[in-house]
């Protein structure tokens, strides 16, 4: 048994998932054009999106392509301006978002809607007051090769891994009008996921209902 498998049955006695499935609309052909979003891709909406989910799962390399037709703002760049990052923790050196300062500060400056397309990346970027959310997944066995190949201490892994598999930040959905939709990133380049994270803000933008959100849990379970 993997390491991944042993995380699955101890979540699985704590917390089971009831999502199976993963959106239709939501996956990434392999046989996408490669290359970027520019070429006949375009958003004419004044959004602020946020773009979250588990670190390793591609937040930065798709932010990077979508920097093509958006401007791009991270959640700890955010909070640095404002002064709500404090110092590096001891062990990982990693600076903490207040986020609950840095969201009531937000509310007040975003009362108004943005110049055009705008992507807040972070892990946190959900908890922001954005008009959408994009939640990037990618399979526990990768995301765990990933984050090795960061170095990440052990815990750090298993924490992350465990994150995943028990529906990454779908946990931390508010129940509000704001559309939430996601993207397996398991095998696909980061310009395939950006170009169609355009295609889904350039629609009626529907949000993932709960019984097609990816169930990794139920996947190694072979259900």
């Not at 972070?122 to 990618?138: E, K, S």
């Not at 190949?149 to 931390?172: A, F, H, Q, T």
Request: with cysteine; glycine share 8%; charged share 25%.
């Amino acid at each position: 048994m993997n390491d991944t498998m042993e995380l699955v049955l101890s979540c699985w006695c704590r917390a089971p998932c009831s999502w199976a499935g993963l959106s239709r609309h939501n996956r990434v052909p392999h046989d996408s054009v490669d290359g970027g979003v520019s070429a006949g891709s375009t958003v004419t909406r004044a959004l602020r999106v946020g773009l979250t989910g588990t670190p390793g799962t591609g937040k930065t390399s798709i932010t990077r392509v979508l920097s093509e037709l958006a401007l791009t703002r991270s959640v700890s760049d955010l909070a640095d301006e404002r002064g709500f990052l404090g110092l590096p923790e001891p062990e990982e050196g990693i600076k903490e978002i207040d986020i609950d300062n840095l969201v009531s500060s937000l509310e007040e400056e975003w009362v108004t809607e943005p110049d055009g397309l705008t992507i807040i990346e972070g892990h946190l970027a959900h908890h922001l007051p954005c008009d959408v959310v994009v939640v990037l997944r990618c399979d526990p066995d990768i995301l765990r090769t990933r984050l090795e190949k960061r170095g990440y201490p052990e815990r750090k892994i298993n924490d992350n891994v465990e994150w995943e598999l028990m529906g990454s930040m779908w946990n931390e959905r508010e129940e509000n009008d704001v559309p939430w939709t996601e993207f397996d990133c398991s095998g696909s380049e980061a310009s395939d996921i950006a170009k169609s994270i355009v295609e889904w803000l350039g629609s009626d933008m529907p949000t993932t209902q709960s019984s097609m959100v990816v169930d990794w849990v139920s996947r190694q379970e072979g259900f």
